[in-house]
């Protein structure tokens, strides 16, 4: 069988190894060498596809499949169903981006009002049983939503999957989250660890979670930023617009570069909505 890699001039295969080592998303890359390199795109994607299963002590380890919108790199915008969403920032490793104009003022407005009434003490996953528990390192007050519960939810649910290619199926359901003077969610990881019985219970319904969506349904006057401590990247809440990132890594691997926070709200009231994408169907 003829080496799609090999047929590559050597500078080009060097180029896609290192950028295959960081993470870098294939289908950028082979739009990459299209665009640069004037390569055939069948050609392009043969070789990085070659490449992944060279990669790692000699054995064969295919790419995972992962919930992310393939930008090409020549557009700012993306049409998820009814809304025009724009391509703020873009980041390889950890893949993370950030969208403009996903939710509307009056669909932020809306979803804060239908879920007011229900929010409490925010949990976090127990590592010894699975068990969810008020913790003091996440001081918000929430309210967790069944899929597709109302028509403002199937609603925005729709678009995500639209907008990262992802099935609304393999999605938890919505939370909402208050975050008000002083609160916060210190570093911490949105993956679960295989390791521990607790979160072992979690993988069972629907495998890991390999990326979360954040979306901002309020302006707030200071702080209260989404921070990624060991990229030193931090996004500041802007009504209507959403932070998306993967977890896991090209292979499905918990990705140690996605630790992240919600910094504490030093002024106004910072609203925000959840949403965690699982590897398979969530039951």
């Not at 080592?21 to 055939?40: K, L, N, Q, T, Y």
Request: charged letters at 25%; hydrophobic letters at 35%; one cysteine or more.
């Amino acid at each position: 069988m003829n080496s799609a890699l090999v047929a590559l001039p050597k500078e080009w295969q060097a180029w896609i190894n290192a950028n295959l080592a960081r993470s870098c998303h294939p289908d950028e890359m082979a739009a990459i060498m299209v665009r640069d390199g004037h390569f055939d795109g069948q050609l392009a994607r043969a070789a990085i596809d070659e490449a992944l299963h060279r990669s790692g002590d000699g054995q064969a380890q295919a790419p995972a499949i992962q919930p992310m919108p393939r930008l090409d790199g020549a557009s700012n915008t993306i049409q998820a169903l009814d809304r025009q969403v724009q391509v703020l920032l873009s980041l390889q490793a950890p893949r993370v981006v950030l969208f403009g104009n996903v939710l509307s003022d009056e669909e932020c407005d809306a979803m804060i009002a239908y879920t007011e009434s229900r929010l409490e003490r925010s949990p976090v996953v127990s590592d010894r049983d699975g068990s969810t528990q008020v913790h003091a390192h996440r001081s918000s007050r929430g309210a967790m939503l069944q899929r597709g519960e109302c028509e403002l939810v199937s609603r925005i649910e729709n678009r995500l999957a639209a907008l990262i290619d992802w099935p609304v199926e393999n999605g938890e359901g919505l939370q909402v989250l208050r975050y008000e003077k002083d609160n916060e969610y210190r570093p911490h990881y949105d993956w679960f660890d295989a390791a521990s019985p607790g979160p072992r219970k979690h993988l069972e319904r629907g495998g890991q979670r390999v990326a979360t969506i954040i979306m901002y349904l309020s302006e707030v006057e200071e702080g209260g930023g989404t921070s990624f401590p060991n990229i030193g990247l931090q996004v500041q809440p802007k009504k209507g617009s959403a932070v998306c990132f993967l977890n896991t890594d090209h292979y499905g691997n918990p990705d140690q570069k996605t630790l992240h926070a919600g910094e504490p709200v030093a002024r106004g009231v910072k609203v925000i909505a959840t949403k965690w994408l699982r590897q398979r169907e969530y039951r």
